[in-house]
């Protein structure tokens, strides 16, 4: 019983990559693919002529905050170096 289901599942292992392989090799699908690019070259040209060209609004974009340069000022001092001091 169980070769028999293990020769069923290699039939239909073996059948359904030959369809796919006879489908994707047949004339009627090769002439579709290449209807379908030829097809996107044209849809592409249409698109990108109607693209809208955006105006340059990035003047003055970056505001620098000064208040962070005087909290370092007036924080205490850093002590990473006295951290790795030998006492």
């Not at 069923?8 to 090799?25: N, P």
């Not at 579709?32 to 044209?42: F, K, Q, Y």
Request: charged fraction near 20%; proline fraction near 2%.
């Amino acid at each position: 019983m169980n070769r028999i289901i293990n020769l069923f599942f290699l039939i239909s292992f073996i059948l359904f990559f030959f369809y796919i392989y006879k489908y994707y090799t047949s004339s009627k699908n090769i002439k579709n693919i290449n209807l379908n690019r030829s097809n996107i070259e044209i849809i592409l040209k249409k698109k990108i002529t109607n693209l809208p060209v955006l105006g340059n609004d990035t003047e003055n974009v970056i505001n620098f905050n000064t208040s962070f340069s005087e909290d370092i000022k007036n924080s205490e001092p850093r002590s990473f170096w006295n951290l790795l001091k030998l006492k």
